[in-house]
């Protein structure tokens, strides 16, 4: 997944441009920057790459997720649905605003289940955010005909999924509103970074004057650029978007690359019969960058992960038991502790999401491995990788 492998000269040479001018800034300094854009220039070929009207960078995914989440006219009081596998951000940036984050079970995508999505709809629900976790995407036909039913906004969290798609839509462009992670570990980087893609102008245009303080961008002069709404200050700098620039003309490599590792990795453990795999809903294309898979149950999905790593195998994540992905370690969410008061609404739901029984998650997750496809690995590595994965698999 980590674009930062190779990360080399045509990132020094974007950065370089911002360097030479002293422009940091990605607004205004026209007459300084010597006709450098790069966040306009990258938000243009953002778009362009996802199939979308427009494209908004911030400055970082878990901002993306917050600014999408204010563009679209989320706050107080409102029901956010995310998963129980995720990244913590979701329902960071739901409470950001003011608004509930309701933890919601997975299936065997490793993402939201439709199913249990349509029973934990109330008349407080306002969004459903799918996050398509490690490379592959939640069911995204079956939500989009929920959320068309209960007038509900989709918004998709493809921040580790940039370059996948959904029936020839790129992921992010399926819902009403998408978000990237640049941040350093991610396909692609920027260092720090994110985006947001739509092709709804209210929302985008809600999201460029958000993120910057509800400026509205008319006129050369910032000082007297009005503000139709309250912002924020979620901006990218130049520096940022100049190395997110030099790799997003490099993502499609990068995704043939991992396509290859994850193809050569995926056939040899196919012929391990206790091993299935992640379902990939039909006309869904993954980003390749982990390589997921099931083993019978949660006493060898242990075994597995820890026999993989005394034989060598680094980069092989067991979930269920992270910090940081899985609800199971989240007491600070479902106790919420915070630095300062919550609303009542929110510590309600607190209590719902604590009591919830989750173990139809807990049966994909407690069973699940994923392994991280590095772009810099070598022929001989990945065969070398295959064959001992292969072999552990086996004797597990
Ligand atoms: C990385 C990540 C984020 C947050 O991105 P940052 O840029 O690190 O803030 C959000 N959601 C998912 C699924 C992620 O993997």
Known sequence: MPGFEFFGAKERAEVQDVLDSGVLMRYGFDGMRNGHWKARELEKALAER????????????????????????IGAGDEVIVPTFTF???????????????????????????????????KNTKA?????????MADLGALKVLCKKHNLLLIEDACQAIGGSYKGIPLGAYGDIGCFSFDY???????????IITSNETYYKN????SDHGHDHIGKDRGAEDHPFLGYNYRISELHAAVGLAQLKR?????????????????????????TFRRVPEGGVENYSFLNF?????????????????????????????????????????????????????????????????????????????????????????????KTMTEVLRNI
């Open 88 to 122: 913590v951000a979701s329902f960071e940036s739901v409470l950001a605003l003011g608004a509930i984050p309701v933890l919601v079970d997975i299936d065997d995508t490793l993402a939201l289940d439709p199913n249990t999505v349509a029973k934990a709809i109330t």
């Open 294 to 386: 099931f083993l019978p149950d949660e006493e060898s999905a242990r075994r597995a992960h820890s026999t993989l790593l005394s034989a060598g195998i680094d980069g092989c994540f067991y979930w269920f038991d992270n910090n940081w992905h899985y609800h199971k370690k989240w007491d600070h969410l479902k106790n919420l502790t915070t630095l300062g008061p919550v609303s009542e609404k929110v510590t309600k739901q607190a209590d719902k999401n604590k009591t919830a029984d989750f173990s139809q998650s807990d049966h994909w997750m407690g069973r699940s491995l994923s392994c991280l496809i590095k772009l810099s690995w070598t022929e001989e590595e990945v065969a070398r990788r295959a």
């Open 50 to 73: 996802m199939q979308t009207k427009y494209a908004q960078l911030v400055s970082s995914g878990t901002a993306a997720l917050t600014v999408a989440l204010a563009s679209v006219g």
């Open 185 to 195: 570990v991610k396909t692609i980087t920027c260092g720090e970074g994110g985006g």
């Open 251 to 275: 993502l499609d490599d990068f995704l043939k690359i991992q396509k290859k590792h994850y193809t050569i990795l995926k056939g040899s453990l196919e012929n391990v019969e206790e091993v």
């Open 128 to 136: 459903v955010m799918p996050v398509h976790m490690c490379g592959s």
């Open 207 to 210: 999201a460029d004057h958000y």
